[in-house]
């Protein structure tokens, strides 16, 4: 995606640090204090509504705080010169930018690259049908480099027909709709902006427009667009907050990243500066109209640290970065392709005509090490949070509370995503050793940071994670090597099996030691069997819900298919002493097998030759024929732990 720029020091708060107080922080103060504004000469942080004076915090250029001012009397406020109005037509004058020393020539940087080496790519194109989840368990280089898919055709994804224009857009979205506009010449925000003004500057003949404009954060979830914008399979199987983040939370009421569905409008000679999408985010990004030009830098460890160095500085203004790096890679996009850009490539974007582009990000785990990577670039440049990837670390703790489960299931998982676990695993032991040890700032936003509706002791859910994962990667609990990052230790891509001796060793490894239960009661294991009329699971997407939500009401339904259920119930329950009384938890495994059998004169695109089995990832569809009928196998698990209780008990 083309990220927003940086916006000026008046629009602009500041990250979550220890410096993060206001240090004229004022009791009683009653105003909005999410507007800040930094001193110039000491950069720090202050709430307007502490420092300011009730004026336009838009229409000042620079200011200098108290102590600053009385150390060199000459700093004083300035504010923005506004443009002069004038009834005939002349060249237009940006005196805001020219004041901040901005050039306001837009097309400055593809002057640049005219005299810049520039490769054209190698990427690969594929057809829509091989991008799925299978291509990424059978190739080792998937995901690494951007691939292009010139049709749109087998990616099952949803997309407005080709006419579907921006008036359009201002149609469904709502012309009073606030949109973020950037002025290209300054890669800055310009306020004000309504879907309705931009749809009426964009239909403006090109002469007649008064800058260069773009469009590039209309996030359209929850809009009647929306219902036409659906992302590629691909994404949908991978992107963490479609897999991870509880559905119960997401939708109206609920805060929830959302990344997933941008509107992106350029008008000709639009540039998006050099950028890394936020968090590393993996984008998905689909031409309606018009033709973007990406150029594009690798994520090596070299060109992310000239990226770091270039980032918020000087150097951004007014330095190539193509310059710091090994090479630039050009790749031309037009109306009908699709792109998905893998974690961390850096890119900078043209828009040679009038374009209206659909795409979103996505987070998923086979490269978590680079998207964390680009987090700490993130944190040392100083981005702001409203430009981060929102709720990051407590979607983090989601992805790591699921892992674990899973772990504990025994369920396996490909090289690549144990190794991105690993990491996964490093960034959640750090956050609960900034609960344990941080700063009060750092440990109350940590622990903010925590979904306790899932995770209830975050720093033995993080240590547990990491032992599990080396675990499954194939050390032993009494390796010496078990507090190191893991290694790849794989036998024909699968895990290394733990030798009887080995898994006999009681539970040792660094900075984590589980509370043992005084008292375990399995009790015997329940088993029925029953016959009900009920259909298949469908094919459509929207099937998995119906069976997730795992009640029964849906049974007994008048239908011709007739399946048999063989269920089996298994109850363990724990006890323990604690200091202050007794603790017990309960834990319930429910298994159920559905068997639909049916003649095999089935229509052509029937559900009943598939069996759909519970992976790590989902869903997994099998096919299964055989001579005398078809059947259909559906495995669903259950899987509930109940709190904790815990009993005063009386000597």
């Known amino acids: 995606m083309e990220d927003e720029p940086e916006p000026t020091q008046a629009e602009s708060a500041p990250t979550k640090t220890d410096e993060d107080v206001c240090p004229s922080c004022r009791?009683?103060?009653?105003?909005?204090?999410?507007?800040?504004?930094?001193?110039?000469?000491?950069?720090?942080?202050?709430?307007?509504?502490?420092?300011?004076?009730?004026?336009?915090?838009?229409?000042?250029?620079?200011?200098?705080?108290?102590?600053?001012?009385?150390?060199?009397?000459?700093?004083?406020?300035?504010?923005?010169?506004?443009?002069?109005?004038?009834?005939?037509?002349?060249?237009?004058?940006?005196?805001?930018?020219?004041?901040?020393?901005?050039?306001?020539?837009?097309?400055?940087?593809?002057?640049?690259?005219?005299?810049?080496?520039?490769?054209?790519?190698?990427?690969?194109?594929?057809?829509g049908a091989d991008v799925g989840l299978e291509w990424l368990e059978s190739d080792e280089t998937a995901m690494h480099e951007p691939i292009v898919v010139e049709n749109p055709e087998g990616l099952r994804m949803k997309m407005p027909p080709p006419e579907f224009s921006v008036q359009d857009v201002a149609d469904e979205v709502g012309h009073e709709t606030p949109v973020e506009v950037i002025d290209v010449a300054s890669q800055s925000n310009s306020p004000g902006w309504t879907l309705g003004r931009w749809a009426e500057y964009y239909n403006t003949e090109p002469s007649k427009r008064d800058k260069i404009r773009n469009v590039i954060s209309l996030e359209i979830s929850g809009t009647k667009l929306a219902d036409q914008v659906l992302p590629p399979r691909l994404v949908r199987e991978l992107d963490w907050v479609e897999k991870f983040w509880p559905s119960t939370r997401k939708g109206k009421g609920h805060a929830y990243p959302k990344v997933?569905?941008?509107?992106?409008?350029?008008?000709?000679?639009?540039?998006?500066?050099?950028?890394?999408?936020f968090a590393g985010s993996s984008v998905y990004y689909h031409i309606l109209r018009g033709c973007k030009v990406f150029y594009f830098i690798r994520p090596t460890p070299a060109n992310l640290q000239a990226y770091e160095r270039w980032s918020g500085t000087e150097m951004q203004s007014n330095v190539w970065l193509g310059d710091m790096v090994d090479e630039v890679v050009k790749v031309t996009l037009h109306a009908g392709n699709t792109m998905i850009i893998p974690t961390g490539w850096i890119h900078a974007v043209h828009t040679p005509v009038d374009s209206l582009v659909f795409g979103g990000n996505f987070l998923h785990s086979y490269n978590i090490a680079t998207q964390l990577k680009v987090i700490d670039i993130e944190k040392a440049t100083h981005v702001p949070k409203k430009f981060r990837f929102p709720l990051f670390v407590k979607l983090c703790w989601y992805v790591g509370d699921k892992y674990l489960r899973d772990l504990k299931s025994k369920e396996e998982f490909p090289p690549r995503v144990l190794e991105s676990l690993e990491a996964l695993a490093r960034f959640l032991v750090s956050e609960s050793q900034a609960m344990e040890r941080g700063t009060e700032v750092a440990k109350r936003e940590a622990k903010e940071n925590v979904p306790s509706d899932r995770v209830k002791d975050?720093?033995?859910?993080?240590?547990?994670?990491?032992?599990?994962?080396?675990?499954?990667?194939?050390?032993?609990?009494?390796?010496?090597?078990?507090?190191?990052?893991?290694?790849?230790?794989?036998?024909?891509?699968?895990?290394?099996?733990?030798?009887?001796?080995?898994a006999a060793v009681g539970v040792q490894f660094k900075n984590f030691q589980p509370k043992g239960w005084d008292v375990v009661n399995e009790l015997p294991r329940e088993s029925e069997e029953r016959v009900v009329n009920i259909h298949p699971p469908k094919t459509s997407d929207m099937w998995g819900r119906e069976w997730t939500e795992w009640n029964e009401?849906?049974?007994?339904?008048?239908?011709?298919?007739?399946?048999?259920?063989?269920?089996?119930?298994?109850?363990?329950?724990?006890?323990?002493?604690?200091?202050?009384?007794?603790?017990?938890?309960?834990?319930?495994?429910?298994?159920?097998?559905?068997?639909?059998?049916?003649?095999s004169s089935k229509q052509e695109g029937d559900p009943q030759d598939v069996e759909m089995k519970l992976t790590p990832l989902g869903y997994e569809e099998v096919t299964k024929e055989e001579e005398q009928g078809t059947e259909v196998h559906v495995t669903s698990l259950l899987e509930t732990e109940t709190s904790t209780q815990a009993m005063e008990v009386t000597a």
């Open 553 to 599: 009401e849906f049974e007994g339904q008048e239908q011709e298919e007739r399946a048999t259920v063989e269920k089996t119930r298994d109850v363990m329950i724990k006890v323990r002493k604690t200091e202050n009384g007794v603790e017990r938890q309960r834990v319930e495994r429910v298994m159920e097998k559905w068997v639909w059998k049916a003649e």
């Open 260 to 277: 997933q569905l941008y509107c992106l409008m350029g008008v000709a000679s639009a540039w998006t500066d050099w950028h890394v999408d």
């Open 27 to 127: 009791e009683g103060v009653q105003e909005e204090k999410s507007s800040w504004i930094r001193c110039d000469a000491c950069k720090i942080w202050f709430h307007w509504a502490c420092v300011g004076d009730g004026s336009d915090l838009d229409l000042i250029n620079k200011w200098f705080c108290g102590p600053c001012m009385t150390e060199k009397p000459s700093r004083v406020m300035t504010l923005k010169v506004p443009a002069r109005k004038s009834s005939r037509k002349r060249t237009q004058l940006d005196y805001a930018n020219l004041n901040a020393g901005v050039e306001s020539d837009p097309s400055r940087w593809l002057r640049v690259i005219q005299s810049k080496p520039i490769k054209d790519d190698n990427f690969r194109r594929m057809k």
């Open 458 to 502: 975050a720093p033995a859910m993080a240590r547990e994670l990491r032992w599990r994962v080396r675990l499954a990667a194939g050390a032993t609990s009494d390796d010496e090597d078990l507090g190191c990052p893991v290694k790849k230790n794989m036998v024909n891509g699968h895990k290394r099996k733990r030798s009887p001796v080995s």
